[in-house]
Each structure stands twice: as structure tokens, then as C-alpha cells.
């Protein structure tokens, strides 16, 4: 059984079908692609995955569990982590308090231990400050803690933002557009970082990119949307041959 | 890590020291007969509408959610406990009793801040400035309306006069319609008031810095994504606003045993209070709790010291406003002020 199984997916805004009969299966370990152009429904489809939106039809399940209609917070719960295509920090807390955010579920005191700062609650905060550290360093962020988010650098924003959805500890990692806006520095940088997760972490990753070139370096697996539909899917190198992918391409 | 964690901890100090010094200092001059009576009336109401205004930060700049009817909350806790306080006015010793009314006072305040959170904070948008400034100037008018006594048989209330609570011989009217309450004991003082705000104070920043406090930010900075990172949005701004709620309860307590008569009047509780409180958060800088308290207490104090001015009272009123303005906003002067206090972290480091 596949670690995520989406199964004729659909939504309806209003008269437009943004994603229509959406099918897909990413087994454990998988780095798989999710491309085509802009607006085909990419990032609808992750706001259907995270129960942003609920689906007019079909059935999600994460590691045998429905998760449909399922809240956002619920589904963050059973596994699923994103980032967002247009970066959503907490603008005004340090990189590290964006970590620690991340790791709220992981570590648990009592609401009075929090405010009476009892012993639990420095134990508990000094292994949640150890660990927030030990993220931060994977993604080379650590001399930076105590910044301000806003005040970073826009790639070290999308990698902050990665962080903290590893630090919720996913069974699956959604990336959208993570080299959005990147120079071709930082996303070289990012596509290591990629790499750097998924084998520190052994992490699940589907991938939203725009850029076909960058997503054949990386992706196992592809499945390429237009306008809502899917118009292939399968091992990258065929994907990618692919004449309608390419006239999907071209025509945009 | 240690530095992160002494610099959020001698920020709180700091908080403190500057609240311990000023009560002190008030209390000298106070003492040494320095200070009019006129003057010396004024510190319990300051200290509480620093509370009120403590409580509306953790609101507004903490959670994110403008409340509009903090006067309110204010006004519950101030009835409940001065009920309770007439009531158990001759059984119970003043300490025991003066702490049984803040529990109370703060408990019914949280209640209806529970209440009005259930529908309200659910809903994404700005709803709840709407129905708190409601809240507030409902309840306000059925405490003006209500009648309360009691007698050997238990509380009779009745929304016409005190006749139709048809009581027996020994009742006492305790509610008294728009008259409201007489006679609650004048437990509270400075000190009591003084060390209600640092409790409160350390409820708050404490809060701030632990990990209920960093998901209640969470929310206030990006809902979309603390939601994604797994934090139960209902949740945490009920607990927020709850909190917020009992707080405003704590300042109307000290407000009802400070005073002779209690009435549900606009002056004391009217959304004007509200607006008041509101200006007092926005001008000490939203999100900035020692901002509130330092606010509080100048932008009360200032219009009663400059009584005597008269004409030029409103004036005078209106330019210390702008420079608070300027000098907790203006780019310029944030820096300087940036300045300033990290020389005196390097000293105390
Ligand atoms: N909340 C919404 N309401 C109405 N239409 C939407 C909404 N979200 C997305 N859409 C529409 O759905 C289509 C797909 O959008 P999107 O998923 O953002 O595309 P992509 O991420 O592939 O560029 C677009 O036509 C967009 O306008
Ligand atoms: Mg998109």
C-alpha cells in the first residue's frame, strides 16, 4: 500500500472544475513532481491534501488512514506538512520561535506549568530549544536563531519555512514552488537541501515546481496537470518524452 | 541559548522593576504628605485601567483580535464580586472575603468571555470587535435595569423596582436599578491594586514565553500557516481571549471595592471606556505589555493632574498624545530607544 492514495479527487469553485478525477500514489521514500502551468490546480490540489479546501469528491488516505475533509490541523497531525508558494512566515517571531511553532505537538507541558514556568516547564522548553537547534543546523540556519523571519533573506525565508514543516515531523513533505523567486545560487543550494532531507530524514516529498528542467534533476516520478486534469503520470524520463507534456508546455 | 533566554527574562525585569519602583516612589510621597488627596484617589484607578489595558494587549496585540467591549468584562467582574462582598459582608473576614471576590469577579468574567467566544472566535474575520462592543453596551444597560435583594428566603431579582422583589422584612436590596450597589466594602487599596498588576503582568509575559503563548502568535501572524503546523486555531483563541476576559474581570474587582456607589453607568463602562482602554494598548505600542502599563498610567493620570488648567486641560491632553505617538512609532526614535536599552543589557549581562 502506497503512502498516500488519492483517489478521483475533484473541486468545484463555483462553476470552474479546478481539479477534476485527480489520482495519485506516492510510496515511502519517493520524491515525486507535481508540474504543469500556472493555474492548472497544483496548489489547489495541495490545499485538497491539507484540508484547506474540502473536496467536492473523492477519497484521500494517508498510510491507511482516511483523512478526508479532515481539518487542517488534524491532517498535520496524521502526517502531512507544506510549505506555501507565497512564503507564510510568523513574520514577527525569531527563526528559532518559527521552529519551536513546528515542534508544538511534539512536546507537551501544562498550560499553568507555562505560565508558573514550573521545572517541567524548563525541561520540556530546554528540549524543545535543543531540538529547534538541531533542525536549524541541518539547514545551516543556526547562526541565524534569533533574527527576526521577515529580516531574512528570501531564500533562507522558503528554507525557514521548510524547517518548520519538518519540525512537525511529517510522514509526507509538500513543497510548493520551493525555487519560486530563487536566483540560480540559491536554487542549486535548495535542490541539495531537498536531497539533504529526504536522506537525513527519509522523508516522503511531493513537489510542486513550475520549472521542468529542475524538476527532471530531482524527481523519481511525475505527474503532469493541466487545466485540473491529469494529462500524464509515470517514471520522470517518460513523463518528460512525453508530446503532450511538451505541447501542454509549448502551447502555455 | 542562554543568551536568547536572559535577554527575554531581563526584558520581564525590567517590566517589574519599573512597576515596583514606581509604587514605591508613589508610596514615599504619599507618606511624606507630598501628595494631594486628590492625587492619592487616583492610584488605585490608574493601577486598574493599567490592568485593563494589560488584559486588552494580550487581546489585540497577542491574539490578534480587536475586542471592543473590555469595559465590559470590567463591569461583570465589578458586579459579581461587589455582590458577593454585600452579601458575605458581615460573615466573612475582609482578607478571606476581598480573595473570595476576586475569584469570582475574574471567574464570571472569564465565563462571559468564554461564551462569547464559542460563536464568535470560530468565525474568520473581524467579528468579534462587533459583537464585544454589543456585549458591552448590553450588558451595561441590564445592570442599569436590574433589581437584586436578598432576604432569609434567597436572591429575588426583578427587572421593575426594588418593591417587586417582594421581600420580606429583614431583605436587603442589594442591586438597586440604576442606583446600583451601595455600600461594598473598601477593600481595595494601592498595594493590593499594585500587586494585582504584577500578577497579572506575570501571567501575561510569562505566557508570551512559554508554548501556549508562541501558538497564540502563531495564529495573530499567520493563521493559514499555524494551522498547517498543526495548532488548533478555536482553541488557543478561546484560551487567549478568555484569559483576556478574566483579566478585565480583576481590574473591575478592584474597581467596585474602591468605590462607595457602583453604577452601571457610560462614564465608568460605556464603549467609550473601551475606546479608551483600546488608545491607552494602541499608543504604549500594540504587542508591547510594559507599553500598556506605562500608557495607562500617564494617559489616565494626565487629564486629572491637569485639572486646574482648565481650558488648556484637552489641549495639553491631545499634544502628549501625538508624542506618544511619535515617540512609540516614529522609525527614529525606536531606534534610539533600541539604543538605550541594550547599553543596559550589556551592563546586566
Ligand atoms: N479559492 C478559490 N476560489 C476560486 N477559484 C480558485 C480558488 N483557488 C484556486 N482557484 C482557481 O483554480 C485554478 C487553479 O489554481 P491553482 O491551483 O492555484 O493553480 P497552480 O497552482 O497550478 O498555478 C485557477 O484557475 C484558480 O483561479
Ligand atoms: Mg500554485
Known sequence: ?252 | MKKGLSKTSLNQLITYGIVIAAYIILQALRSAGMMTSHLAGLLVPMTYYAIAAVALNFCVGILGELSLGHAGFMCVGAFSSAIFSNVFKETLPGGLRFFLAFVIGIAVAALFGFLIGIPVLRLKGDYLAIVTLAFGEIIKNVLNAVYLGKDSKGFHVSMTNSMALGMEEDGKVIINGAMGINGTPRDANFTIAVIVLLIVLFIVQNMINSRDGRAIMAIRDNRIAAESVGINITRYKMLAFTISAAMAGAAGVLFSHNISTLQSTSQYFGYNVSILILVYVVLGGIGSIRGSVIAACILYLLPEMLRSLNKYRMLIYAIVLIAMMIINWAPAAREMRERFFAKFRKEAV
Not at chain 1, 497544483?42 to 473536496?55: A, C, D, M, R
Not at chain 1, 502531512?80 to 519551536?100: G, P
Not at chain 1, 525557514?160 to 542549486?188: C, F, Q, S, V
Not at chain 1, 485540473?228 to 509549448?250: C, F, H, M, N
Open chain 1, 1 to 252: 500500500m502506497a503512502l498516500l492514495e488519492v483517489r478521483n479527487l475533484s473541486i468545484n469553485f463555483g462553476g470552474l472544475r479546478a481539479v477534476d478525477e485527480f489520482n495519485l500514489d506516492i510510496e515511502k521514500g519517493e520524491l515525486y513532481g507535481l508540474i504543469g502551468p500556472n493555474g492548472a490546480g497544483k496548489t489547489t490540489v495541495f490545499n485538497l491534501l491539507t484540508g484547506v479546501y474540502k473536496p467536492t469528491e473523492g477519497i484521500i488516505t494517508l498510510d491507511g488512514k482516511d483523512i478526508t475533509g479532515h481539518r487542517t490541523e488534524e491532517i498535520n497531525k496524521a502526517g502531512i506538512a507544506r510549505t506555501f508558494q507565497n512564503i507564510r512566515l510568523f513574520r514577527l517571531q525569531s527563526v528559532i520561535d518559527n521552529v519551536k511553532i513546528g515542534l508544538q505537538n511534539q512536546y507537551h507541558y501544562s498550560t499553568i506549568s507555562g505560565i508558573l514556568h514550573t521545572p517541567d516547564y524548563r525541561k520540556v522548553e530546554k528540549e524543545i530549544d535543543e531540538r529547534a537547534m538541531e533542525l536549524l543546523k541541518v539547514f545551516g540556519m543556526d547562526g541565524q536563531r534569533d533574527y527576526l523571519s521577515s529580516n531574512l533573506p528570501y531564500g533562507a525565508q522558503r528554507k525557514l519555512e521548510i524547517a518548520r514543516a519538518m519540525a512537525t515531523n511529517p510522514k509526507l513533505l509538500l513543497l510548493d514552488e520551493p525555487a519560486a523567486g530563487m536566483n540560480p545560487n540559491e536554487t542549486a543550494e535548495l535542490m541539495e537541501t531537498i536531497q539533504l532531507i529526504r536522506d537525513k530524514f527519509d522523508m516522503t516529498i511531493l513537489l510542486i515546481e513550475h520549472d521542468m528542467k529542475l524538476v527532471g534533476g530531482i524527481c523519481e516520478k511525475l505527474t503532469v496537470l493541466n487545466f485540473g486534469r491529469i494529462l500524464t503520470q509515470g517514471d520522470t524520463k517518460t513523463v518528460l518524452s512525453d508530446p503532450e507534456v511538451i505541447k501542454a508546455y509549448i502551447g502555455e
